[in-house]
Structure formats: structure tokens, C-alpha cells
T-cell receptor, first 110, second 112 residues
Framework: DQQVKQNSPSLSVQEGRISILNCDYT??????FLWYKKYPAEGPTFLIS?????DKNEDGRFTVFLNKSAKHLSLHIVPSQPGDSAVYFC?????????FGSGTKLNVKP | SQTIHQWPATLVQPVGSPLSLECTVE??????LYWYRQAAGRGLQLLFY??????ISSEVPQNLSASRPQDRQFILSSKKLLLSDSGFYLC???????????FGPGTRLTVL
């Protein structure tokens, strides 16, 4: 039973445009939501997080939006750069445990 | 600053052989520790997590086991590897009561 889902396995975006990565969850008890970026053969690196009591958090080019009623969060990258090409995982946290989606592979074309 | 180490970086093992992967964290005390596996083309699957020495929670029934002999050391083991154990194994840590988790560099395990 997957509690965090990323339904788009891949996304291709032109450099300079906006990248929007989506994530859905089923458990309304999650406290925090996080986004990680992962290059091949490396561990994921933390990008940005949002508390369940907020609806938006911004850090530079990265913004995460949370819609609790829809149990949906998204990561916006503006403007997208070729170096952003990687696999992005969303995750949810509750009671010492982190639940990860299956990832979305982002390709930013120059 | 905190750092997390995993070794070995890559490992090729025959079916039926034992396994021991080690993870250590520096620069923090009493971390929560986690083992994940990423199979080819799949997401991150939580295998074990630990909130203290000797305290291990298993998330998925399998032929793997974990141990935490010291506060900042987490070990993933198997007595007999299966082909399906192949994957990318990641260790991670988080501070108690916080919401962010940090990952090690991972170990690529291939079982032949």
C-alpha cells in the first residue's frame, strides 16, 4: 500500500521554463513533506520541505505547494536549468518514518 | 557538520553468500537511522529504521536483518543473498523530532 505516489515517471522541460513535479498522498496524518533530488549512483539530497500547516514554501528557484484538501503537493522549479536534470522524490514524514514516492525523472533540455 | 558514510560503494556477490553493509554517522548524537533499497526503476523502499542502540523496526519481511551496535553505526546483513536482493542500498539519518532526513552515498549491490 503506497501512501505517497508520483504518477509521472518522467518529465521533459525546456531550459528557462517552469518544471512542475506532482505528488499525491493518502495519509492525512503526515506532518511534513519533503522533496529530494537524486543523481544516478548517489544518495538523494534534500531540496525543500513544507509543514502540513503551511500551503507554500519558497527557496530560491524552488517552491513547494501543499493542498491538504486534495492531498496533493507539487514542486515548481523556475527557471529550469540543465543541471536540474535528475530524479526527484517526494516524501512524507510521520512518527519517525519517511514515506517516499517512486520518483519523477526530470530532463531539462538546453 | 554531520556526515554519513557507507561502504562498500559497490559489491558483487554470488547467490547464497552472506552480506554486511555498514553505515556510520559523524557529528551528531542519538540519530534515527534508516536503511532503504532502491530496486532498478523503482522508488525508495524503507527496510529498517532505528531510534536507538539495539532498537530495530523492520518494515518489510525478507531475508535481510539490521543491527545497531553503537549509537552512530547501522549495519545491514544477510545470511544468504537472493537474486532479488540486488539494488541500490541507502543509509540515512535524521535528528530526533525533526522532519529532514539525510542520505549516504549508497551501495550498489549486484547478486549473481
Amino acid at each position: 500500500d503506497q501512501q505517497v505516489k508520483q504518477n509521472s515517471p518522467s518529465l521533459s522541460v525546456q531550459e528557462g521554463r517552469i518544471s512542475i513535479l506532482n505528488c499525491d498522498y493518502t495519509n492525512s496524518m503526515f506532518d511534513y513533506f519533503l522533496w529530494y533530488k537524486k543523481y544516478p549512483a548517489e544518495g538523494p539530497t534534500f531540496l525543500i520541505s513544507i509543514s502540513s500547516i503551511k500551503d507554500k514554501n519558497e527557496d530560491g528557484r524552488f517552491t513547494v505547494f501543499l493542498n491538504k484538501s486534495a492531498k496533493h503537493l507539487s514542486l515548481h522549479i523556475v527557471p529550469s536549468q540543465p543541471g536540474d536534470s535528475a530524479v526527484y522524490f517526494c516524501a512524507a514524514y510521520n512518527f519517525n518514518k519517511f514515506y517516499f514516492g517512486s520518483g519523477t525523472k526530470l530532463n531539462v533540455k538546453p | 557538520s554531520q556526515t554519513i558514510h557507507q561502504w562498500p560503494a559497490t559489491l558483487v556477490q554470488p547467490v547464497g553468500s552472506p552480506l554486511s553493509l555498514e553505515c556510520t554517522v559523524e557529528g551528531t548524537s542519538n540519530p534515527n537511522l534508516y536503511w532503504y533499497r532502491q530496486a532498478a526503476g523503482r522508488g525508495l523502499q524503507l527496510l529498517f529504521y532505528s531510534v536507538g542502540i539495539g532498537q530495530i523496526s523492520s518494515e518489510v519481511p525478507q531475508n535481510l536483518s539490521a543491527s545497531r551496535p553503537q549509537d552512530r553505526q547501522f549495519i545491514l546483513s544477510s545470511k544468504k543473498l537472493l537474486l532479488s536482493d540486488s539494488g541500490f542500498y541507502l543509509c540515512a539519518w535524521s535528528s530526533r523530532g525533526t522532519d529532514t532526513q539525510y542520505f549516504g552515498p549508497g551501495t550498489r549491490l549486484t547478486v549473481l
